[in-house]
């Protein structure tokens, strides 16, 4: 795992630019060719859509490799590397799909012709047909209103009571950092289901506390359901009911030797004897070999859905998987705002598309395969 987190010693060079900059230069002419922008605001939202902060590039390298967006040193900035790509889509197509503006005026006294960047008719045709928006269901458009807090979705009521019910209900699922993802899961099967519909008709409004129990028998499912994860039966000892039961037919203390060893002494009595057998409860080599196969199939994937990014979503998979918090992901990873929340979310959103388009389930880390026990 150690390849996987390493970080990426080369910068991209001008062809990987050029997907993310035709949807840059899309996204600011308003899919209108001959309409010209700024090079500066293409040259930002490109390194945007290619995943990375604009403002914080040395996270993800060394400056003088290349991750950087200016300066006159060898090897060029970003922004050379995109210019690179402008020229390359202006003039060296057959059909050019990107085209020069007019100079600029507010350039100074010697206005560049480069300054101002557009697309040409055969770019605006090159570009994949808009998805059209889905219309918000009655369930997707309550929980907006109800969540819309001026200090951010998880400083709203709802939220704070979901997470407050939560944390007195599931304690294991506190202290494994797993809060935040019930929630997310219980969201989602209210919108995709939308379950508030005939409520909201009948009666025009859903408590807090309504939606903080809906959010606790949804995590009860995701925990009744994690004992059948590789993932979770290697990374939170998940197990499923009967070998609970097995497990609590005999009194067992804890006889840990360190933190994160889980060995236990299970009390038996035979005639006038006590004996303690010493049992170890950390995955079983089984465990270990599939878990790491998933993980390879996840490397894989990510590799082959996100080919120039793909180490960053694989970090902030692998340091939320080992227990650590958004905050905690933010600070290793030296990332700025909610970036961290919103990697891990793409990245999920990448698995879950690959297990609906490749038939490979057992990493659809939200909602694992249904439990038959």
């Known amino acids: 795992m150690s390849d996987v987190l390493s970080p990426r010693l080369r910068p991209p060079v001008s062809s990987d630019y050029y997907p993310s900059l035709l949807k840059a230069l899309d996204t600011l002419t308003k899919r209108q060719p001959g309409v010209f922008v ?3 605001d293409v040259t930002t939202l490109t390194i945007r859509e290619m995943g990375y902060d604009p403002d914080n590039l040395a996270q993800y390298g060394d400056p003088d490799m290349g991750w950087r967006r200016g300066g006159a040193h060898a090897p060029p900035g970003m922004d050379r590397i995109i210019w690179f790509a402008m020229r390359n889509l202006s003039w060296r197509k057959k059909e050019p799909l990107c085209v020069y503006g007019p100079p600029d005026p507010n350039q100074g006294t010697k206005p ?45 009521d709802l939220y704070r009571a979901m997470k ?10 506190l202290s494994s950092g797993q809060i935040e993802d019930h929630i997310q899961t219980c969201f989602q099967r209210l919108v995709s289901r939308d379950a508030l519909k005939k409520w909201l008709a009948t009666k025009g409004d859903v408590s807090n506390a309504n939606l903080a129990n809906f959010a606790v028998r949804s995590a009860f499912t995701d925990c009744r359901n994690s004992a059948r994860n590789p993932i979770c039966r290697t ?17 067992e203390i804890n006889c840990s030797g360190s933190k994160g060893d889980s060995k236990v002494a299970r009390r038996t009595d035979n005639n006038d004897d006590v004996i303690y057998e010493i049992i170890d ?30 180490k960053r979503y694989a970090r902030v998979l692998s340091l939320r998987a080992a227990g650590n918090s958004l905050g905690e992901i933010k600070v290793k990873m030296k990332l700025s705002g909610n970036r961290a929340a919103v990697l891990l979310l793409e990245a999920r959103e990448v698995l879950k598309q690959a297990s609906r388009t490749d038939g490979f389930q057992a990493f659809n880390l939200s909602e694992p395969p249904e439990s038959s026990s």
């Open 112 to 156: 560049s012709p480069t300054c101002l960047w557009g697309l040409t008719e055969a770019g605006v045709r090159s570009l994949p047909e808009k998805e059209s928006a889905p219309t918000p269901n009655a369930t997707s458009k309550f929980l907006a209103t109800r969540l819309a807090s001026p200090n951010g979705i998880q400083n709203s």
């Open 38 to 40: 700024s090079h500066r």
């Open 164 to 173: 407050t019910t939560l944390s007195r209900k599931l304690p294991v699922s």
């Open 235 to 251: 990374l939170y000892g998940a197990r499923t009911e009967k070998e609970l039961q097995v497990a609590a037919k005999e009194p």
């Open 281 to 310: 409860l950390n995955p079983t080599a089984e465990e270990e070999i599939m878990f790491a196969a998933i993980w390879e199939e996840i490397v894989e994937t990510l590799k082959r859905k996100k080919p120039v990014t793909w």
